[in-house]
């Protein structure tokens, strides 16, 4: 099938087509497009290339068998946590790892939900100052070099002299902190 | 035709991010791109994961042609998914129910015959 040919079309566009035929060819180039992410989601759970590789055919084949048994609506949240659950099914069968597999699995699709709601709401640049302001000193840096100078983890790297995983977490929790204070900040009014 | 439109706007292009996830990897793209791909990574928690995941492998330089294996294992998948719901349709046809009744038609006449005679 050529690739190039349904680039236009949207996930959503393709995953009704296949629930209006049924025909797994949609579900080929939908799949096809997450490859990549999907031996990346193995790899981090598993550490193993061989393992992930089989894994990424698993799901592929429980996607093909299954899909059409619910009615999804976020494609790519469901496949995220679908192979999600596989992997750590997978380790729990080797006893590495003991059950937990609920709580973080169903949040995805809340996740993008909640995530349209913040973005919907409007925030004045005032009260994102505000909020700035209640990060710690770390979080605050590096989340201005990199949301509003725009730098790569790399340059915010050697600026700040945290290592880049450092710099990533800083951000990431610099960013849901910011994300928590301007939701309290919304619960006040 | 206006949606097809709507869609090319959408920044919503997904062989282009595989590519694109791959250069970042390989260390390919310059500071503002790597800013754009890693302002991704921290709004997609499915693509933080892959990403972490990646940047273990020990050889990325193999990572397209583990690609490559892995699309075209989907693609006999679906074929051979595809064969499966053909058999099973053509299970649906006809001649099927023609056979079927023919034979009950038999056993309903020997058993006729056999308690007459």
Redesign the interface.
Known sequence: MNKQRYHHIEDKELLNRFYNDRNNEWLGVLLERYTLLLFGVCMKYLKNEENAKDSVQHVFLKVINELHKYKVEYFKSWLYMVTKNHCLMQLRDKGKYSIEINENMVSSVADEDAKKDVLEKEFSLEKMEKAMQQLNEEQQLCVTLFYLEKKSYQEVSSETGYNIMQVKSHIQNGKRNLKIQMQKMQHEQ | MSN?LK??L?N????IE?EK??QYLNNHLD??E??EV??QL??D???N??????Q??KQKST?PV??H???K???K??NS??KK?AEKISFQQPWIYYTIIILLVLCVIAYVVITRF
């Open positions: 097809d869609n090319i959408s919503l292009n997904p062989g595989q996830l791959l500071a503002s790597a800013h890693e302002k921290n709004e928690p499915f693509l994961d892959a990403m972490e995941g990646l273990e492998l990572l583990t690609l294996q892995l699309n294992n989907l693609k998948q679906i998914s595809k719901r």
